[in-house]
Nanobody
Framework: QVQLVESGGGLVQAGGSLRLSCAAS????????MNWYRQTPGKQRELVAG???????NYADSVKGRFTISRDNAKNTVFLQMNSLKAEDTAVYYC?????????????WGQGTQVTVSS
């Protein structure tokens, strides 16, 4: 199992920026995909952005052009740069690692970090 610890959340005004970090307890070099999800009360967790081991990225339509996901394999860390934040970006953001080990798919999660955007 990979332990994931998110940081960087907080309170920011609309239009501002935050950078979230997700530190993994093990090397992420071989992890297939690292993702950022977010969730608000009463709603399902939604995928915000993902990055593969090869560096391919994908984004939710609602964040395209504003958020950037990146990974630093040497530091076992994934980042989510969030610019031009909106009130609707307010949520708990979770880091997720998807990988295959001995033929089994693993899905590990961090504890989440709160992002609050004031309008």
């Amino acid at each position: 199992q990979v332990q994931l610890v998110e940081s960087g959340g907080g309170l920011v005004q609309a239009g501002g920026s935050l950078r979230l970090s997700c530190a993994a307890s093990k090397s992420i070099f071989s992890i297939n995909t690292m993702n950022w999800y977010r969730q608000t009360p009463g709603k399902q967790r939604e995928l915000v952005a993902g990055i593969t081991s090869g560096g391919s990225t994908n984004y939710a339509d609602s964040v395209k052009g504003r958020f950037t996901i990146s990974r630093d394999n040497a530091k076992n860390t994934v980042f989510l740069q969030m610019n031009s934040l909106k009130a609707e970006d307010t949520a708990v953001y979770y880091c997720n690692a998807v990988y295959i080990k001995v033929g089994k798919v693993y899905n590990d999660w961090g504890q989440g970090t709160q992002v609050t955007v004031s309008s």
